[in-house]
């Protein structure tokens, strides 16, 4: 499948949706001290959406998976605050930018415990900024943002299909398949349009699994008429698959990974007119040394989109069968891809002590120790 290069004028009798991927508005663990958090201390919280602005205003609803909670009252006095902690002042960038809805259904929701979520969202708020992926019915937060325009209302929706972490009573919205299912059905008796957001699949892999390929047609199925997905921290292809739009994942947006392969990215521009998406365009980007997701030049552009075709055309023809032999080889996959970064996490902190950065490298290496303390402990 190829995506659209062009989309249509915005007109009253349509909504126009503008989604990117994993936003963190903190420093990583490979990134202390020079990430995206450092660079919002330095130069400001509308710094990493300098080049992008025009664009993300330009929509009715402007979508992302927001990677960052600030931190809870125990500040950086634990081993889970060492990282993905994000300065309130961040915040009023993304209002500057023209998100209006962020999902917070994803595995670092509850890194730095219930009242860092809670303030988050309040931060959030505070800036006009709705959330979804989230559920506390004591402090009035649900999992929906319902957005009406004339006569069209679309409703969003967030799940973390991840295996819980952080804790063993999370916030967010879990993905059962059957809860999904049963809430499309539910928001369709009032809404014309369901969107969802998925933080699911592998990290660093390129392509769905089968199992994540079966579930997104289940839902199209079942009234969703586009998907989101989030987590992998690299593109993955669109499928057009019955009445709706499956992106697998949006790769990463604004985030301090240094790999070229987690670096390309795209802008999705969706328009909705009543009860269907009238078209699509595909918006590349590439995320540059200082954080920012930049566009790309015309001809480096139409080289991306047919490679992002390319992408999209396997996602489609792969051999997504029930067999074991389809999981088998997924799974492999997932492991070599995982071995990958962790070599490339290891010559990141090399190279941060042959530049003479000790600080950064030793602040490094504590970092991957306490996690790994922590992935034993909660076994």
Same mark, same amino acid.
């Given at each position: 499948?190829?995506?659209?290069?062009?989309?249509?004028?915005?007109?009253?009798?349509?909504?126009?949706?503008?989604?990117?991927?994993?936003?963190?508005?903190?420093?990583?663990?490979?990134?202390?001290?020079?990430?995206?958090?450092?660079?919002?201390?330095?130069?400001?919280?509308?710094?990493?959406?300098?080049?992008?602005?025009?664009?993300?205003?330009?929509?009715?609803?402007?979508?992302?998976?927001?990677?960052?909670?600030?931190?809870?009252?125990?500040?950086?006095?634990?081993?889970?605050?060492?990282?993905?902690?994000?300065?309130?002042?961040?915040?009023?960038?993304?209002?500057?930018?023209?998100?209006?809805?962020?999902?917070?259904?994803?595995?670092?929701?509850?890194?730095?415990?219930?009242?860092? =979520?809670?303030?988050?969202?309040?931060?959030?708020?505070?800036?006009?900024?709705?959330?979804?992926?989230?559920?506390?019915?004591?402090?009035?937060?649900?999992?929906?943002?319902?957005?009406?325009?004339?006569?069209?209302?679309?409703?969003?929706?967030?799940?973390?299909?991840?295996?819980?972490?952080?804790?063993?009573?999370?916030?967010?919205?879990?993905?059962?398949?059957?809860?999904?299912?049963?809430?499309?059905?539910?928001?369709?008796?009032?809404?014309?349009?369901?969107? =969802?957001?998925?933080?699911?699949?592998?990290?660093?892999?390129?392509?769905?699994?089968?199992?994540?390929?079966?579930?997104?047609?289940?839902?199209?199925?079942?009234?969703?008429?586009?998907?989101?997905?989030?987590?992998?921290?690299?593109?993955?292809?669109?499928?057009?698959?019955?009445?709706?739009?499956?992106?697998?994942?949006?790769?990463?947006?604004?985030?301090?990974?240094?790999?070229?392969?987690?670096?390309?990215?795209?802008?999705?521009?969706?328009?909705?007119?009543?009860?269907?998406?009238?078209?699509?365009?595909?918006?590349?980007?590439?995320?540059?040394?200082?954080?920012?997701?930049?566009?790309?030049?015309?001809?480096?552009?139409?080289?991306?989109?047919?490679?992002?075709?390319?992408?999209?055309?396997?996602?489609?023809?792969?051999?997504?069968?029930?067999?074991?032999?389809?999981?088998?080889?997924?799974?492999?996959?997932?492991?070599?891809?995982?071995?990958?970064?962790?070599?490339?996490?290891?010559?990141?902190?090399?190279?941060? =002590?042959?530049?003479?950065?000790?600080?950064?490298?030793?602040?490094?290496?504590?970092?991957?120790?306490?996690?790994?303390?922590?992935?034993?402990?909660?076994?």
């Amino acid at each position: 499948m190829k995506p659209e290069r062009g989309i249509a004028e915005r007109e009253d009798s349509t909504i126009t949706l503008v989604a990117v991927g994993d936003t963190m508005l903190a420093d990583s663990p490979e990134c202390l001290g020079r990430g995206v958090g450092s660079m919002i201390l330095r130069y400001g919280p509308e710094f990493p959406f300098r080049y992008v602005v025009s664009i993300l205003r330009d929509a009715d609803i402007t979508f992302a998976n927001l990677e960052s909670v600030v931190s809870g009252p125990d500040g950086w006095m634990s081993s889970r605050r060492i990282q993905m902690q994000m300065n309130p002042i961040a915040i009023s960038g993304l209002r500057y930018a023209g998100f209006n809805v962020v999902s917070l259904a994803n595995n670092h929701a509850m890194q730095h415990g219930k009242e860092g =979520l809670l303030k988050t969202i309040a931060l959030l708020r505070g800036q006009n900024i709705e959330s979804v992926g989230v559920e506390s019915p004591d402090e009035g937060i649900h999992n929906r943002y319902a957005f009406t325009k004339g006569d069209i209302r679309v409703c969003l929706l967030g799940y973390n299909c991840r295996p819980p972490k952080y804790s063993t009573a999370p916030l967010y919205t879990r993905g059962d398949l059957h809860r999904m299912i049963r809430d499309i059905q539910s928001v369709r008796e009032e809404s014309d349009v369901v969107v =969802l957001s998925l933080h699911w699949g592998e990290e660093f892999v390129e392509c769905p699994s089968p199992a994540q390929v079966r579930i997104a047609h289940e839902l199209i199925d079942a009234g969703a008429h586009l998907i989101l997905g989030h987590h992998p921290h690299i593109l993955q292809g669109i499928e057009q698959y019955g009445n709706g739009l499956v992106a697998y994942s949006l790769g990463n947006f604004v985030f301090d990974l240094w790999q070229t392969r987690l670096r390309e990215t795209i802008i999705f521009k969706a328009r909705f007119s009543k009860e269907k998406m009238v078209d699509f365009k595909v918006i590349p980007a590439v995320i540059n040394d200082f954080h920012q997701p930049e566009l790309l030049d015309d001809d480096v552009t139409l080289q991306f989109l047919d490679g992002f075709a390319e992408l999209s055309s396997s996602t489609v023809s792969r051999e997504y069968s029930h067999s074991s032999t389809a999981e088998e080889r997924y799974d492999i996959l997932v492991k070599r891809r995982s071995r990958q970064f962790r070599r490339e996490v290891y010559l990141r902190y090399l190279q941060h =002590l042959r530049e003479g950065n000790s600080k950064t490298f030793f602040m490094n290496l504590l970092a991957a120790v306490l996690r790994r303390l922590l992935r034993i402990r909660n076994k």
